[in-house]
């Protein structure tokens, strides 16, 4: 058991380096991105100088409508840094959002990752019981402490196998049938047994987890995939 203890702890410094440079990366690029944008800017008050200037090399405009055309124009320049200074906010909550998006892309890409490595370690090594306890009187199955309520059939056949389990036995389908139903196994269709697993995986719910723990053994019959000194029968 040590290995995998600490392959996976392994596997989570890993994965927290790379979110932390992940995460690192993103602030970098979208800061660099964001002082080149606003260095490229025109100043807001440019529109403004430019004007001064040209009312300075031409000092002879001094004309009541030469005034009133420098107002319009003042007033011009006011409204395009007012417009500009705004532009500058927007641009920056854009670049905020931007990094808040990248980050949170980054940190569930390396969680799906992670989780399909995870799901593949579990179907190369099987499901991992520490725990299998049928209870026929509550109806209750507790696996690893999780509780599924199971209706009398899939209860009959989690049993059976169970019990066939403690006895390192595997049984066909007809052969489950036969101990449900009391009759021969000879009598019985395979047919009948097949359907039953397969009710019972129906009921435990998660396909991952019910195709693991009921395991089909080509041409030899139906196993469940636990250590038999985990169950317990009550």
Same mark, same amino acid.
């Given at each position: ?8 702890s392994e596997a989570r ?23 080149? %944008? ?15 200037? !040209?009312?300075?090399?031409?000092? #002879?405009?001094?004309? &009541?409508? *030469?005034?009133? %055309? ?8 006011? &409204? ?31 969680? %799906? ?33 999780? *509780?599924?309520?199971?209706? #009398?059939?899939?209860? *009959? ?29 000879? #009598? ?8 039953? !697993?397969?009710?019972?995986? #129906? ?13 089909? !053994? ?15 029968? !009550?």
């Open positions: 058991m040590p290995a995998p203890i600490s392959s996976a410094r890993s994965g927290a380096r790379i979110v932390a440079l992940g995460i690192a990366a993103v602030v970098i690029i979208l800061g660099v991105a964001a002082v080149v %944008l606003f260095l490229t800017l025109p100043d807001a008050n440019a529109f403004n100088a430019r004007v001064e200037q !040209i009312f300075i090399e031409n000092d #002879d405009l001094t004309g &009541a409508a *030469e005034l009133r %055309l420098l107002e319009i124009l003042a007033q011009s320049g006011t &409204a395009f840094s007012d417009v500009l200074s705004s532009y500058r906010m927007v641009i920056y909550v854009l670049l905020v959002f931007a990094a808040s998006l990248l980050i949170a892309a980054l940190v569930f890409l390396v969680s %799906l990752v992670g989780l399909n490595r995870r799901m593949g370690e579990i179907e190369r090594q099987g499901l991992q019981v520490s725990s299998l306890i049928v209870s026929r009187m509550d109806r209750v199955v507790l696996l690893n402490n999780m *509780e599924f309520k199971l209706t #009398d059939a899939a209860l *009959e056949t989690l049993s059976v196998l169970a019990e066939a389990r403690l006895d390192d036995d595997i049984l066909t389908g007809a052969q489950i049938e036969g101990m449900i139903s009391g009759r021969p196994a000879e #009598d019985c269709d395979e047919a009948a047994g097949a359907t039953r !697993i397969k009710r019972l995986r #129906d009921t435990l719910g998660n396909q991952m987890v019910s195709e693991m723990l009921v395991r089909n !053994i080509a041409r030899r019959g139906y196993v469940l995939s636990i250590d038999r000194d985990v169950i317990k029968m !009550i």
